[in-house]
C-alpha cells in the first residue's frame, strides 16, 4: 500500500520513484558536451584557412606574408619533439617540460604576489575615501605606463635573473585586480552592510563577512584578466637576458629564424595560460563551496 488514507505518500512510494534520478544527472552532462562540440568548428576552420594559406602564399592585411609562416603540421611535428625528442636534431629538443616548468613558476609567482597586495588594497580603498584620495592618483600615474618601459629599469635595479621577471610579472597584473577589486566593492549594496550592522557586526569583520563575498563576481574578473596579461607579459619578462623560459626560447628562435619554434612556444603560452585560469576558477569554487555568485565564472 503507497498511501495512508489521508493521501500521504510512504517510503515505498518514494523508492520506487528513486530511479528518475539517473536521467536529470544525463541532462546535466549534456551541456558540458555541446559546449565542446561548439567549440571544436572555429579552431578547425582556423587550421584549414592556415594550411591553405601557407600553402597557397597568401598576403593578408598589413602584408602578412604566409609563406613565411610554418605549416600546422610544422609547429605540430616541432611540439612533439619539445615535448619527446628525437624528431629535430637541435638544442630545443626534448627540452619543452624545462622552459614550461620556469615560465610558470615566474607568471603564478608574479601573479599571486600581485593578488595577495591587490585585493586587500583594493577592498580597503572601495571602502574608505580618504585612503582613495590619497592613492587614486598615484595609481592612475603608474598604471599606464606599459611593462616594456619598466624592464630595462627592472634590469638595472634588480639584475638579470627570475626576480627581474617575477616583477614584470607582478606589474602586469597588480593593476587590473585593483582596479576590479575597488570597482566590485563600490558595487556593494549598503543594505549588507546595514544588515551586518544590526546583527552587531564589528567593522573590520564586515569586509571579509559581507563586503568580500558580495564583491567576488568582480573580483574574480579581475583575477582572470590579470592571470592572462601575467602571461602575456612573461616574454618580455623573460627577455630581459634570461636563458630558461618560454619567453628566452622564443627570443633565441627569434634570433636563429626558426617560426615553428616561435609558434610552437606561443602554442604552449596559450595552453598554459588556458590551463592556470582553469585551475584558478575551480580553486575560487571550491573555497566558495560553489556558492552562485561564483557559478558564472566559468
Do not use: C
Not at 126 to 137: D, I
Amino acid at each position: 500500500m503507497t498511501t495512508t488514507r489521508g493521501g500521504t505518500v510512504t517510503a515505498g512510494a518514494v523508492s520506487s520513484a528513486a530511479p528518475a534520478a539517473p536521467p536529470e544527472r544525463g541532462k546535466r552532462r549534456a551541456p558540458g558536451l555541446r559546449k565542446t562540440l561548439l567549440a571544436l568548428p572555429v579552431p578547425v576552420a582556423f587550421l584549414l584557412l592556415w594550411s591553405v594559406g601557407v600553402r597557397q602564399g597568401w598576403t593578408l592585411p598589413l602584408d602578412i606574408r604566409m609563406d613565411q609562416v610554418p605549416t600546422p603540421e610544422a609547429v605540430a611535428v616541432r611540439l612533439v619533439d619539445l615535448a619527446t625528442g628525437g624528431l629535430i636534431d637541435d638544442p630545443y629538443s626534448g627540452e619543452l617540460w624545462r622552459h614550461a616548468w620556469a615560465s610558470l613558476v615566474r607568471a603564478v609567482s608574479g601573479f599571486a604576489i600581485a593578488a595577495v597586495l591587490a585585493i586587500p588594497l583594493g577592498i580597503l580603498m572601495g571602502r574608505s575615501r580618504l585612503l582613495t584620495h590619497l592613492l587614486e592618483p598615484v595609481v592612475n600615474l603608474v598604471r599606464p605606463i606599459p611593462v616594456t618601459a619598466w624592464a630595462p629599469l627592472a634590469l638595472i635595479i634588480i639584475g638579470i635573473g627570475d626576480r627581474s621577471a617575477i616583477f614584470l610579472v607582478f606589474l602586469a597584473a597588480f593593476f587590473p585586480i585593483l582596479v576590479n577589486t575597488v570597482a566590485a566593492v563600490l558595487q556593494v549594496p549598503d543594505r549588507l552592510l546595514e544588515a551586518a550592522s544590526m546583527l552587531g557586526t564589528p567593522t573590520w569583520q564586515r569586509l571579509y563577512k559581507v563586503v568580500l563575498p558580495a564583491a567576488m563576481p568582480g573580483i574574480v574578473s579581475g583575477l582572470r584578466v590579470a592571470l592572462g596579461l601575467a602571461w602575456a607579459l612573461l616574454v618580455v619578462g623573460e627577455m630581459t637576458g634570461i636563458t630558461v623560459g618560454l619567453g628566452a626560447m622564443i627570443t633565441e628562435a627569434k634570433v636563429v629564424a626558426k617560426t615553428d619554434l616561435i609558434i610552437a612556444g606561443m602554442v604552449v603560452i596559450g595552453l598554459l595560460g588556458f590551463a592556470t585560469d582553469r585551475v584558478l576558477v575551480r580553486l575560487i569554487k571550491l573555497a566558495s563551496g560553489r556558492r552562485p555568485l561564483l557559478r558564472e565564472q566559468s
